[in-house]
């Protein structure tokens, strides 16, 4: 019987917003619009996620941050001999956050925040030529983050997060065998793991501002998730692995440090850069475990990964028109992690290039509303998997947007 590789991305892919590797990088409206840059923005509670120290320099007794994205994903392969092309059915990707932050003394301040950094849904046709390795994933993810964050003078903060990772999972794929086309569909919503986050910022002046941030690796467990299959000839029913009901599996996510630079070259222009870098290379491997309690049956597939680290270049530019409206525009480049042997269908990753662009309107009482839009290219690569003997040309590309709210207290 031919291998089926079950190649599971577990908690998120690259196509939900097309970061590096399954990172959706969609916590703050007006960061986003900003280019990603995050690590010295702190006008609300927001920036928890990005580095906990800006909560103690948020210049408000209570802050409440929330908004939400569109994401529409786009992806097409061709065979380069061939020409037998497919493109993704893709749904609309809603990630969310919600921030909020008190301040119980002037240089303490603690809050707490919900994000989704890992999420996507990604739909191939049944028919195409790697239909055994993903037909249609959908997952969710959630990052519940306590923080604290305390100022020791006007200039220096330092803050931390405990980070608690909550998602679900379903991934469907088709294998061929003795001529039947067998669905299989694993699914899981209740997958889990633990981090933190730490972080410093550095405001010497009014003009110039600076931020070091760390989030740490985060292992997410599926503990016995539901194994489904469909169409198996009743002569394979009770065989491995098609007699197996259940699974696990463990996806490491990347630990990330970003150092960043806020400066403010006019009264109404400041600009913004940050540099990313992540540690995809401890994803060496993806080992997902089919089993049988009853029958006390167990089949293991190994995918192997090999993804290398990569850097991630942001830069933004916020102008203000008036005190009430601010423009803001942003750009990244983010290499992808994944080389072209271990490509696959389920993370499909390029180099990508951003072009963002947003609004800020400041209303009375303490409320700001915001409005990002941006544009995600990818760099069409050739890919050649080794593991699945998968070739093709790579085209993808990402519709991005969003709508923000803020209410600060003072």
């Given at each position: ?252 996510l990347p630990s990330e440090f970003t150092f960043g630079l806020s400066y403010k070259v006019l009264p109404k222009l400041e600009l913004f850069g940050d540099i990313v870098w ?28 090999e993804w290398k680290d990569n850097t991630v270049f942001r830069f933004g530019a916020e102008y203000s028109f008036t005190d009430n409206i601010q423009g803001r525009v942003g ?80």
């Amino acid at each position: 019987m031919k291998k089926i590789f079950l190649t599971l991305a577990l908690i998120g892919l690259s196509s939900s917003a097309f970061a590096g590797g399954y990172r959706v990088a969609l916590q703050g409206v007006r960061q986003a619009a900003l280019g990603g840059t995050s690590s010295t923005q702190t006008r609300d509670a927001s920036v928890a996620f990005y580095n906990p120290a800006g909560l103690a320099f948020v210049d408000s007794k209570l802050s409440i941050a929330v908004g939400g994205f569109g994401v529409k994903t786009a992806v097409k392969w061709q065979d380069p001999l061939t020409l037998q092309k497919s493109e993704t059915d893709n749904k609309l990707g809603t990630p969310m956050y919600v921030a909020v932050s008190y301040k119980p003394a002037d240089d303490v301040a603690i809050g707490i925040s919900v994000t989704t950094p890992f999420g996507s849904s990604v739909t191939w046709p049944e028919d195409w030529p790697n239909k055994a390795n993903i037909t249609h994933i959908d997952l969710k993810a959630f990052n519940i983050q306590p923080t604290i964050a305390y100022r020791f003078n006007d200039w220096f903060s330092i803050g931390a997060g405990f980070i608690y990772t909550h998602g679900t999972a379903k991934l469907e794929k088709i294998q061929t065998v003795a001529g039947n086309d067998i669905k299989l569909k694993l699914e899981d919503k209740d997958a889990h793991g633990l981090g933190f986050n730490i972080g410093a910022m550095f405001k010497p002046n009014d003009k110039l501002g600076v931020g070091i941030a760390y989030r740490s690796n985060v292992d997410v467990s599926a503990n016995k998730g539901d194994v489904t299959w469909t169409n198996v000839p009743s002569a394979l029913s009770a065989n491995v692995p098609f007699n197996t009901d259940k699974w696990n599996t463990v996806l490491p996510l990347p630990s990330e440090f970003t150092f960043g630079l806020s400066y403010k070259v006019l009264p109404k222009l400041e600009l913004f850069g940050d540099i990313v870098w992540a540690n995809w290379t401890r994803y060496k491997s993806l080992d997902i475990n089919l089993y049988n309690d009853a029958s006390n049956t167990f089949y293991t597939s190994t995918s192997k990964k090999e993804w290398k680290d990569n850097t991630v270049f942001r830069f933004g530019a916020e102008y203000s028109f008036t005190d009430n409206i601010q423009g803001r525009v942003g750009y990244y480049h983010d290499k992808s992690p994944v080389p072209s042997a271990y490509w696959s269908s389920e993370t499909p990753s390029a180099n990508l290039n951003s072009f963002s662009a947003g609004l800020g309107i400041k209303l009375n009482s303490g409320f700001y509303v915001d409005l990002f839009g941006s544009y995600v290219q990818g760099e069409e690569r050739h890919v050649n998997n080794i593991a699945d003997n998968f070739v093709g040309d790579v085209k993808l590309h990402a519709i991005n947007f969003g709508l923000g709210v803020t209410y600060n207290l003072k």
